[in-house]
């Protein structure tokens, strides 16, 4: 009688076992083992940035009228930059972030008051694009990390990285973007980042 006890015991056990279990096709694979990320590239996300920035700054010069190029907001300071100013700006600052990354001596400043047509400020905006174009393409993950000697201000020399110039850039393009939005807004357009929204 213990014998037949204990041999339904082990079965009622290993049944309650298997009951548990879910079947062999229903068990998940073991994890993989966790891989680490793949590294950044950060020559490909800057080239896309300034892919990105190049066209809209392009494409709000064009758009804007040439009479409205002596644009600024009503009641403001006349230190405030028109939209023509903005865009002399723009190009001296690709000019000068630019040559820094290409190891180059930057042009000599465009004065922002200068009275310029929009053909030639669209020309030297384009032109400080293009600039900027050599500099962002020829930018690989191993050369932005480079060391380059620039001088600074204060006429003080300071080492960089390669992309470091070329992020201030971005940084700085993107910044005067915004007020290009807003002026283009004041006179009724839609700016080139909105369009077909």
């Known amino acids: 009688m213990k014998k037949c006890l204990l041999a339904v015991a082990a079965v ?34 800057l080239k896309r ?10 494409a709000s010069a064009t758009k804007m009228a040439e009479a ?10 006349p230190v405030v930059r ?18 820094r990354a290409l190891g180059e001596q930057p042009k000599a400043f465009t004065d922002e008051k200068t009275t310029m047509t929009k053909a030639d400020t669209v020309k030297l905006l384009e032109d400080s694009l293009v600039l900027c174009d050599k500099a962002y393409d020829g930018l ?17 020399v300071i080492e960089v990285a390669r992309a470091n110039p070329l992020i ?11 007020n290009l939005v807003t002026y283009l807004r004041a006179k009724g357009l839609v700016p080139p980042s909105s369009e077909g929204r």
Do not use: W
Request: glycine share 4%.
């Open 12 to 45: 009622l056990l290993a049944a309650t076992a298997s009951a548990q279990q879910p079947p062999a096709s229903a068990q998940q694979p073991p994890a993989a083992p966790p891989q680490a990320p793949p590294p950044t590239d950060i020559a490909m996300n």
């Open 49 to 58: 940035q300034h892919a990105a920035i190049r066209k809209n700054l392009a």
């Open 68 to 77: 409205d190029y002596t644009f600024r907001p009503q009641g403001v300071d």
């Open 82 to 99: 028109t939209f023509g100013q903005f865009l002399i700006h723009l190009a001296n600052a690709n000019n000068n972030f630019c040559a």
């Open 140 to 156: 690989t993950a191993a050369s932005a990390v480079e060391m380059l000697k620039i001088t600074g201000r204060n006429n003080q």
């Open 168 to 178: 201030n850039n971005l940084s700085h393009n993107n910044e005067h973007y915004g």
